[in-house]
C-alpha cells in the first residue's frame, strides 16, 4: 500500500509542497536553524506525542481553523481579536503567526523556542481593553489564555485522530494534553487540562460563559471568504475550513447556529481531505519534523508511530 500511494502522490509532492510552503512558511524571517544544534532536544523532543502530532499538516491545518471558530463565541476573547488583530485584512497573517509559533515551539531548539514564548508573552502585554459589554480584559489573563489553548488541543487532536489515518491511543492523547500544558502556562495559563477527562470537564465548566455574538458572526464570515495564497483558493478554502467545521464539538456546532446543510457540507470537507490527505503527507515528509529528529539522530520516520507510553522528555 506505502508504494502504491507513493506512486499516486509522486507527481503532486512538488507543487503541493510549493504551494504549502507559500502560504504557511515554516520560519518566516529564515532566522531559526531546524538542523542544529546537534542533540537539543527543544521543548519536547522526538520521543515526544506532540512531534507525532504536530507533523501531520492536514490535522493541524484544518484544527487551527476549528480552534479559531470555537474562540469567537468566548466574548472577551474575540474582543481581544476585534480591538488588536488586523483579522479584517490579514486573517492568513494571523494563522500564519499561529502556525509559526507552533513549529517555534515544538521543533526548534531549546533557546530558538524559549525566546518564541517571550516574544508573544510581550505582545500579550500590550492587548488589552474594554469588551463590548463593558468588561475589562487582557491577553495576560490566565483564565483567557486557557480558553486558546483547550480550543486549540481539541481541535489539534480532533484533526489528527480524523485526517492522520493513524490510531490514536487513549494514553497518547492524555501525554499530548499535559506536555502542551507547559507552553501555555509558560505563557501564563492556569488550571490548564491536562488529560482528555479534564479537558472535558474544563469546556463543561466555561459554557456559561459563551455567546454567539454579532462580532461572532462578523469573524467567521470573514473566514469564510478568506482566500488562502494557494491554486484554486476557493476550492481549498472550502475544503478546510469546512474539514475545520467538522472537527467542532456538538455543543459548539450549536452555538454557532450550523444547520443541517451546513453539517453536511463539513461532512462531505472532511471525507475530501480525508482523501487528499497522503498527498499533504507526502509533499511535507522533508520538513521541519523531519529536519528536527535528524537534528537529534533519529529517523523521521519514527514519527509514524506512537513509541509505548513514552516517557517524559
Not at 494534553?177 to 488529560?195: Q, T
Not at 480525508?274 to 520516520?301: D, H, N, Q, Y
Request: glycine fraction near 8%.
Amino acid at each position: 500500500m506505502g508504494k502504491l500511494v507513493d506512486m499516486v502522490t509522486w507527481p503532486l509532492r512538488a507543487p503541493v509542497r510549493g504551494w504549502v510552503l507559500r502560504a504557511f512558511p515554516r520560519s518566516p524571517t529564515g532566522a531559526t536553524n531546524y538542523d542544529q544544534p546537534l542533540g537539543d532536544p527543544g521543548l519536547f523532543g522526538p520521543d515526544s506525542v506532540t512531534w507525532r502530532i504536530h507533523a501531520d499538516f492536514p490535522g493541524m491545518l484544518s484544527g487551527g481553523l476549528s480552534a479559531l471558530m470555537m474562540q469567537t463565541l468566548h466574548p472577551l476573547a474575540l474582543a481581544g481579536i476585534w480591538d488588536h488583530s488586523r483579522f479584517r485584512d490579514d486573517l492568513v497573517g494571523r494563522l500564519r503567526r499561529t502556525t509559526g509559533f507552533i513549529g517555534l515551539t515544538t521543533y526548534a531548539p531549546r533557546a530558538a523556542a524559549q525566546a518564541a514564548i517571550e516574544r508573544v508573552r510581550r505582545i500579550h502585554q500590550q492587548v488589552r481593553g474594554v469588551a463590548a459589554d463593558g468588561r475589562a480584559y487582557s491577553a495576560q489573563d490566565p483564565e483567557l489564555l486557557t480558553w486558546v489553548h483547550a480550543t486549540e488541543m481539541h481541535s489539534f487532536l480532533a484533526g489528527f485522530r480524523r485526517y492522520s489515518g493513524r490510531a490514536l491511543p487513549a494514553w497518547a492523547a492524555d501525554r499530548y494534553l499535559d506536555e502542551m500544558r507547559r507552553i501555555a502556562e509558560a505563557l501564563g495559563a492556569r488550571d490548564v487540562p491536562a488529560s482528555q477527562a479534564a479537558l472535558a470537564a474544563y469546556f463543561d465548566s466555561v459554557l456559561p460563559q459563551l455567546e454567539y455574538t454579532e462580532r461572532s458572526r462578523t469573524v467567521l464570515n470573514i473566514l469564510a471568504g478568506i482566500r488562502l495564497p494557494v491554486p484554486v483558493p476557493g476550492v481549498s478554502r472550502s475544503l478546510f475550513l469546512g474539514a475545520g467545521t467538522a472537527l467542532l464539538p456538538g455543543w459548539a456546532m450549536e452555538r454557532l447556529e450550523l444547520g443541517g446543510h451546513q453539517r453536511r457540507q463539513a461532512r462531505l470537507a472532511a471525507a475530501g481531505l480525508r482523501t487528499l490527505a497522503p498527498v499533504f503527507r507526502a509533499a511535507l515528509r522533508e520538513g521541519i519534523a523531519a529536519r528536527s529528529c535528524r537534528r537529534m539522530g533519529v529517523a523521521p520516520e519514527s514519527l509514524s508511530q506512537f513509541p509505548e507510553r513514552a516517557q517524559s522528555a
